[in-house]
């Protein structure tokens, strides 16, 4: 049972008025650059600084051409071309790849998620040596042998769940046996058959996990979007972790919101700039679900705001949230799939004059409709240090790659039409 303090409403939210007829042709082109183009199915970026430098690197999955793939940020003066890689693993069926420093010997290695067939976690292990980086030989793989052939594994959260020895990985998968698993990490964690499975929640389809203090009481939570099945909708799971050599049980689900949803991708954050993360999600052939937390006496509510998708847009996959125009409100881009003769990618501002949960959302393209079906994860990043956010993302049906889109706001345009 949750706290009184914390047991959650969900309060309904009157629907926002249709979006402008503001049309992309408002807005300053926003340029395409590929850092990778040379596999097929590109399927999400996850970001780390493995070099040390302060510069946001890549990892990624190759769903169809079955690599693993990490790319080093060669600095703004260079980030329009073709990006430093090395393959660092060659799976089956990845879809999800992150880094994390598993052993902690200072080297950042990457797990990556496999459904399909190989339905396989794999520990891919980085050379020790910073100069052997890019080097392909020096990488290794080896599976994470309690996950083979489980389930199909679809998304890992490298998290320090119990405060104990190193960092552990809390991994979703999808299907008729989906669920969310803590794996603990053990006294050696080169040991891979050490690692131990603890389930945490039934799931159908896990898009999203992310890690907050939901209950105030010292130890991280989880923040996730199920896709599929009875349980699907946005969800945050009590951490349990009980004492040690004790099992734990599963952890307690408390539901957020889009029960009667198939969400996708979620972003946490500040929409309402009101000091609270709130959840903006995607979801498939809908709106945007927006989740804005509030306190009302001892409760907290999750108040739900439908925030209508313009015609000219795919079906919504992916979102984040960030200053685009640099006014000081924020805004949300979104990625679609199913996006043929559409835009793909496109971003929304708000009207200023109206509160965050009435506002009026104005669409801008970014992709344009010429190219691109499928895009994935959205990352709000400034790869060209000009001073404004651009657009990191992926796209694997027609074979874009691994991609960003310039944000045209500091070359004088007025990137938001106003």
């Known amino acids: 049972m949750c706290r009184p303090a914390l047991c959650l409403a969900v309060v309904l939210a009157a629907a926002l008025p249709p979006l402008s007829t503001a049309q992309a042709g408002e807005t300053a082109a926003w340029t395409r650059h590929t850092i990778d183009a040379s596999s097929r199915g590109a399927d999400g970026t996850r970001l780390a600084d493995v070099n040390g430098d302060r510069l946001p690197d890549i990892v990624t999955g190759w ?13 703004p003066d260079r980030a329009a071309g073709a990006w430093p890689a090395v393959t660092v693993g060659r799976v089956r069926s990845p879809e999800d790849a992150v880094f994390v420093d598993l052993d902690g010997d200072g080297a950042t290695d990457v797990v990556s998620s496999c459904e399909g067939r190989e339905r396989t976690l794999f520990v891919h292990w980085a050379p020790s040596e910073q100069s052997q980086y890019l ?3 020096r990488w290794t793989t080896e599976p994470l042998p309690g996950s083979k052939d489980v389930t199909a594994w679809m998304f ?3 998290l320090n769940v119990d405060g104990r020895r190193g960092i552990d990985l809390v991994c979703g998968s999808k299907g008729n046996d989906g ?19 603890h389930p945490l929640v039934e799931a159908g389809w896990i898009m999203s996990l992310a890690a907050r203090d939901f209950d105030a009481d010292g130890d991280l939570d989880l923040l996730y979007s199920d896709r599929k099945g009875r349980r699907r909708g946005i969800y945050w799971a009590e951490n349990r972790v009980p004492s040690a050599g004790v099992e734990p049980a599963g952890w307690p689900a ?7 949803r198939e969400v996708m991708f979620l972003a946490h954050e500040d929409l309402a700039q009101n000091g609270t993360p709130d959840v903006v999600a995607a979801v498939h052939r809908g709106p945007l679900l927006f989740l804005r937390e509030t306190i009302a006496g001892d409760v907290a509510a999750w108040v739900p ?3 209508p998708l313009p015609e000219e847009a795919g079906g919504g996959k992916s979102v984040a949230v960030g200053d685009i125009d640099l006014d ?13 003769r559409k835009s793909g990618v496109m971003w929304l501002s708000s009207d200023p004059a109206l509160p965050i949960e009435r506002t009026r959302w104005t669409p801008h393209d970014i992709s344009g409709t010429a190219e691109g079906v499928k895009f994935d ?30 944000n045209p706001t500091r070359r004088g345009s007025s990137a938001g039409g106003r």
């Open 63 to 75: 769903e169809q051409g079955g690599l693993i793939r990490v790319y080093l940020n060669p600095g």
């Open 135 to 137: 080097d392909e030989e």
């Open 156 to 158: 890992c959260l490298p």
């Open 179 to 197: 669920r969310i698993v803590w794996w603990e990490s053990p006294e050696n964690p080169r040991d891979l058959h050490a690692w131990k499975a």
């Open 254 to 260: 408390h539901a957020i919101g889009g029960q009667d």
């Open 305 to 307: 705001t439908e925030i």
């Open 328 to 340: 000081g409100r924020r805004d949300i881009v979104f990625s679609c799939e199913g996006a043929e």
């Open 377 to 406: 994860l959205v990352e709000l990043l400034d790869l060209d240090a000009d001073g404004d956010l651009d657009v990191l993302t992926c796209e694997e049906r027609d074979n874009l790659g691994v991609i960003w889109y310039e």
